[in-house]
């Protein structure tokens, strides 16, 4: 399975790309909403991951694009983010998240959660 | 800024069209600190382009005060969030001493923040503050201070970095490898070799990458030792960065493992173990270097570049017997053999004749073509009778490259079968081959007949022969196209009779023999008297060529005949001689050219000018 990882952050988007590998899927990475977007129209993935602070354009506000555009909307979305709170929880899950993951993660809840979130779908 | 137009832009930052409320924005950072406030309230405008515009003012205006009052903005919405970290990442040193305020905080996600904006900005960070980091209790935060150690590279904490090393989070370890390893720190390589070994693949994967990126000889010898006891994924990594580090001749032991990496899907791994492969000079690699390049499909043109790749690679590991075994293997791909066989030629194999002989009858015709190609390479007396064989060949390719080769060796042998191959072959660029073979082979006996040859061999003749005479005799010949050729050639001789031809010939009733021998002085820089009267030829190129060999021989001497032609009814002829002055400069030069400084033709003046200038 394809899986896109959007975070701005370099070692976080390796070890999750190490981790998705492990697992068996075959890792897309971008470094923001905006990049992701660009991305998608080249790659057709299964899921993605995305954290919720990164600039140019945030997780919320990339869930909520890709939500509302009929070629991406049935791709299932995950949160996955530093911020173990409920507040951003419900804001992401508003959004039009499918699920939403506290870091650090392992590799087997990951790879776990890639297998439920796929199913679904 | 004023107050009534502050207050004006800050009464717009409420304004319904947002493009009013954006220009507000923008607007305020030309402003001073009283536009702080209103520029902090705008990032939470509903506008994503008022939110943008509100951060660059904040940047724009800078300081301590918008340092200060950008933080609280840290603890709102995602949006707001990420414009306070570009802000304070932005200002840079100013931010650092509200930074450390935030180390204590309660909040998880604070702490992570400052830690992450200090070694981004890493400017004036006092790192012992950052040191408790290592001991937080979320491991996001802990895991933040590894990466931020790791761009401030200070030597001081690497010992934290190498505890860091066994965190009980896989992040926090993974995070302090990618530290060390921008660090370079020799220091940490024992540490991190023990992650080698131990539970987590990715952890071991990750150590292994980092050993790669420190050039120390302990973490060469930790990755081969590392090498010998790994699975395989884990262990191409270590042999990536054995690579990385310069993998030596003798490292031998490596060989099957690369040639496992070279069957990989990953065209990265396959490039990596080519060069390794190479380095080693593994012979037993050569066949499945030259399958993979028989098996690439050439209409993408990345893998032309990947041919090329394996081609210098097989070049640098085989030798002329490990060809050879290969040659009788049957299932190698046709571009793999043919590969194979132009090797056999850069080597110079000279025990890989026969078989080549036997290629030259191949039903492949680029196999035919490369076993040409390669015995021109090896050029050895022993092929001569298979290459003239060869000159029956079907494909005129091939038959190129044997007389090419027969030329090589000089072959007597070979002189008939080649004059009696022209003498029929349909295709000119072989009949030019031959022609220059027989003038190297036998030149006397070749041109012993000339005047009988047809037409093609004259021309071919006239382009290759030295023999002085021989030229001026086709420069009279019955064919204007011979005598063309003959004409050209006559410049580059270096003799007076020659010379004397193209004089005559510059007054000959036939405009192309006059344009043939002006243009062939003008080429090889000489000058004949008739020169004087060509450049008032009726032809403007015949008037153009002269005043080039002219200007190239003895310009200084004859300035006058460049300024007359800068008054010529063609703007060719008045270029030539604008070239020509221009070269030679001077006050006369600058005279003759600035007494067109108004001709009538717009290119004239504007090249006149520029010449002018720079006399």
Redesign the interface.
């Known amino acids: 399975m394809k899986i896109m990882v959007v975070d701005d952050d370099k070692?976080t988007r390796?070890?999750l790309g190490?981790?998705l590998k492990?697992g068996g899927h075959e890792p897309v990475f971008a470094e923001n909403g905006l990049d992701a977007i660009e991305k998608l129209a080249v790659n057709e993935v299964d899921l993605i991951l995305t954290d919720?602070?990164?600039?140019f354009m945030?997780?919320?506000?990339l869930t909520r694009t890709l939500k509302t555009d009929h070629s991406f909307k049935d791709i299932p979305l995950v949160m996955i983010t530093?911020?173990?709170?409920e507040a951003?929880r419900s804001?992401a899950m508003a959004a039009g998240a499918n699920g939403y993951l506290v870091?650090?993660i392992?590799?087997d809840t990951l790879n776990k959660n890639v297998k439920n979130f796929t199913k679904k779908n | 800024m004023n107050k009534a137009r502050l207050e004006k832009l800050k009464e717009s930052l409420n304004h319904t069209d947002v493009s009013r409320r954006r220009q507000a924005a923008s607007m305020l950072g030309e402003g001073d600190e009283r536009a702080i406030y209103p520029l902090i309230t705008a990032l939470f405008d509903q506008s994503l382009a008022v939110q943008d515009s509100a951060a660059q003012s904040l940047i724009k205006i800078g300081g301590a005060a918008v340092a200060y009052m950008t933080i609280p903005v840290l603890r709102k919405e995602a949006s707001q969030r990420n414009a306070a970290l570009l802000i304070l990442k932005d200002l840079g040193e100013v931010s650092v001493p509200f930074l450390y305020d935030l180390l204590k905080d309660r909040d998880d996600d604070m702490r992570k923040f400052a830690v992450d904006l200090l070694g981004d900005i890493a400017v004036g960070v006092n790192y012992e503050l950052l040191i408790p980091m290592f001991k937080d209790e979320n491991a996001n935060v802990r895991a933040a201070t590894c990466r931020t150690f790791g761009l401030l590279n200070v030597e001081e904490g690497v010992s934290h970095l190498k505890e860091a090393l066994s965190d009980s989070e896989e992040w926090v370890a993974f995070a302090a490898l990618e530290a060390l390893g921008l660090m370079e720190s020799e220091d940490g390589v024992t540490s991190i070799t023990e992650l080698c070994y131990g539970p987590s693949q990715v952890l071991k994967f990750a150590a292994f990458e980092t050993l790669g990126n420190i050039p120390s000889q302990q973490s060469k010898d930790a990755l081969i030792e590392c090498t010998k006891t790994t699975d395989f994924i884990t262990k191409s990594a270590a042999i990536k960065s054995l690579i990385r580090h310069g993998i030596e001749p003798g490292m031998a032991f490596l060989g099957s493992d690369l040639r496992v990496m070279l069957k990989n899907d990953d065209w990265e791994d396959k490039l990596t173990a080519i060069s390794g492969l190479s380095t080693i000079k593994d012979k037993d690699s050569l066949y499945n270097l030259l399958d993979l390049a028989g098996s690439l499909d050439v209409s993408y043109p990345e893998n032309e570049e990947r041919i090329i790749i394996i081609k210098n690679a097989v070049l640098n590991i085989a030798d002329c017997s490990s060809l050879l075994s290969l040659l009788d293997v049957n299932n190698l791909k046709f571009r793999g053999m043919a590969i194979l066989v132009e090797t056999l030629g850069k080597l110079k194999c000279v025990e890989a004749i026969d078989p080549l002989v036997k290629l030259l009858r191949s039903s492949l015709r680029d196999i035919r073509r490369e076993a040409a190609h390669a015995l021109v390479e090896i050029a050895d007396e022993r092929c001569v009778d298979s290459l003239i064989e060869a000159l029956s060949d079907d494909d005129g390719h091939v038959r190129k490259q044997s007389i090419y080769a027969l030329r090589k060796l000089k072959s007597k042998k070979a002189f008939l079968p080649i004059l009696d191959l022209i003498g029929k072959d349909t295709y000119e660029d072989v009949v030019d081959e031959g022609v220059k073979a027989l003038l190297s082979m036998d030149s006397s006996k070749f041109l012993h007949k000339a005047d009988s040859y047809p037409e093609n061999f004259k021309i071919y003749i006239a382009k290759y022969a030295q023999e002085t005479e021989l030229l001026l005799d086709l420069s009279k010949d019955n064919s204007k196209t011979v005598k063309m050729a003959a004409i050209s050639r006559l410049g580059s001789l270096n003799e007076e009779s020659a010379y004397n031809r193209l004089s005559e010939l510059l007054k000959d009733a036939d405009l192309e023999l006059r344009r043939s021998s002006a243009m062939a002085l003008s080429q090889y820089s000489v000058f004949v008297d008739g020169l004087l009267s060509a450049v008032r030829d009726s032809d403007m190129w015949v008037r153009f060529y002269a005043l080039k060999a002219i200007a190239a021989s003895k310009g200084a001497d004859y300035i006058g005949l460049f300024a007359e032609a800068l008054r010529d009814r063609e703007n060719l002829v008045v270029m030539g001689a604008i070239d020509a002055l221009s070269n030679l400069g001077g006050q006369d030069a600058y005279e003759a050219l600035y007494s067109i400084k108004y001709h009538s033709d717009d290119a004239i003046r504007q090249r006149v000018e520029e010449v002018l200038q720079t006399l």
Do not use: F, Q, R
């Not at chain 1, 945030?58 to 506000?61: R, T």
């Open positions: 070692t390796k070890i190490l981790y492990g919720l602070n990164m600039p945030d997780g919320i506000e530093t911020e173990n709170d951003e804001k870091k650090p392992s590799a």
